[in-house]
T-cell receptor, first 113, second 112 residues
Framework: AQTVTQSQPEMSVQEAETVTLSCTYD???????LFWYKQPPSRQMILVIR??????QNATENRFSVNFQKAAKSFSLKISDSQLGDAAMYFCAYRRAYYKLTFGKGTLLTVNP | DVKVTQSSRYLVKRTGEKVFLECVQD?????MFWYRQDPGLGLRLIYF???????EKGDIPEGYSVSREKKERFSLILESASTNQTSMYLC???????????FGPGTRLTVL
């Protein structure tokens, strides 16, 4: 069974600094998708970034980028120039068959002013 | 923009009651999902539907059922609510390719 592991239950970062959130996953498949979702306090879950496994190039969305290491089954999220609005729970997710997502347990990110 | 709405943000029910949670989307998406979110456990898939009247069990379907009579609406039913079903329930939708799922605001259900 596919599993997604986020080893950091909580992280904190100073405003304007860079932080990296870790995610590893377990799968025997070669073609799949990986995602980072963000859930701000009392607000809706939104997609931050996604990565197709067949693409070697790491995905980037403005201040958010990933380090995708397929052989190591690692998918970390880097947030540059952290802002107060980045404070949220971040979930790593793996898309498996029939469009089902498997989520990690989440990392709570605090941004200190 | 995709809009996914859920019938209630907060709900309090008694043990043994039948509970309906409704989710409505306006994007004509084929796929709809129900998750429950618990601290320290992340999100776990309860049921999903890939078409009208079609449903498939997720990872934790016990104690739940679903209904999808119309494409835009996906209901989660707790036939006889129990205290261990106290949780945050999130609905999500996705298109045929379903690369991305779009989430509703969630319903925080408390069963007393």
């Amino acid at each position: 069974a596919q599993t997604v592991t986020q080893s950091q239950p909580e992280m904190s970062v100073q405003e304007a600094e860079t932080v990296t959130l870790s995610c590893t996953y377990d799968t025997s498949e070669s073609d799949y998708y990986l995602f980072w979702y963000k859930q701000p306090p009392s607000r809706q879950m939104i997609l931050v970034i996604r990565q197709e496994a067949y693409k070697q190039q790491n995905a980037t969305e403005n201040r958010f980028s990933v380090n995708f290491q397929k052989a190591a089954k690692s998918f970390s999220l880097k947030i540059s120039d952290s802002q107060l609005g980045d404070a949220a729970m971040y979930f790593c997710a793996y898309r498996r068959a029939y469009y089902k997502l498997t989520f990690g347990k989440g990392t709570l990110l605090t941004v200190n002013p | 923009d995709v809009k996914v709405t859920q019938s209630s943000r907060y709900l309090v029910k008694r043990t043994g009651e039948k509970v309906f949670l409704e989710c409505v989307q306006d994007m004509d998406h084929e796929n709809m999902f129900w998750y429950r979110q618990d601290p320290g456990l992340g999100l776990r898939l309860i049921y999903f539907s890939y078409d009208v009247k079609m449903k498939e069990k997720g990872d934790i379907p016990e104690g739940y059922s679903v209904s999808r009579e119309k494409k835009e609406r996906f209901s989660l039913i707790l036939e006889s609510a129990s205290t261990n079903q106290t949780s945050m329930y999130l609905c999500a939708t996705g298109g045929r390719e379903a690369d991305t799922q779009y989430f509703g605001p969630g319903t925080r259900l408390t069963v007393l």
